[in-house]
Nanobody, 117 residues
Framework: QVQLVESGGGLVQAGGSLRLSCAGSGRTFSSDTMGWFRQAPGKEREFVAQISWSGGSTYYADFVKGRFTISRDNAKNTVFLQMDSLKPEDTAVYYC??????????WGQGTQVTVSS
C-alpha cells in the first residue's frame, strides 16, 4: 500500500491558481489510477479528478472541468493538481488517493486550500 503526502495548499484570492502535489513512497506506485478528492467543512468528501497510471486517461468532476488539470510524474512518484480560476467554493481540504485493485484505498492526510472572495 502506497503512502501519500500532499503539499502545495494555501490561501489565494478568487481567480488565482495553486498547484497541489502528492508524493508517494517508494520508487513506484502500487496502484493504477490516482485521484484527488476534497472535503469542505460539514460536507461529504467529493471526487475532483483522476488519472490513469500512464497519464493517458483523465476524468474530472463537472464543477472543475476547464479549471483544474491532473497530471503525474511516475518517475518521481508524484501526482499533481493544477488549479486555475479558483472560486471560494473550492475551499476545502484536498486529498490525494491511490487505487488498490481498482478501489481508492490509500489516502494522504490532506492539504488545506482556501480561496478568498
Amino acid at each position: 500500500q502506497v503512502q501519500l503526502v500532499e503539499s502545495g495548499g494555501g490561501l489565494v484570492q478568487a481567480g488565482g491558481s495553486l498547484r497541489l502535489s502528492c508524493a508517494g513512497s517508494g520508487r513506484t506506485f502500487s496502484s493504477d489510477t490516482m485521484g484527488w478528492f476534497r472535503q469542505a467543512p460539514g460536507k461529504e468528501r467529493e471526487f475532483v479528478a483522476q488519472i490513469s497510471w500512464s497519464g493517458g486517461s483523465t476524468y474530472y468532476a463537472d464543477f472543475v472541468k476547464g479549471r483544474f488539470t491532473i497530471s503525474r510524474d511516475n518517475a518521481k512518484n508524484t501526482v499533481f493538481l493544477q488549479m486555475d480560476s479558483l472560486k471560494p467554493e473550492d475551499t476545502a481540504v484536498y486529498y490525494c488517493a491511490a487505487t488498490i485493485a481498482g478501489l481508492y484505498k490509500s489516502w494522504g492526510q490532506g492539504t488545506q486550500v482556501t480561496v478568498s472572495s
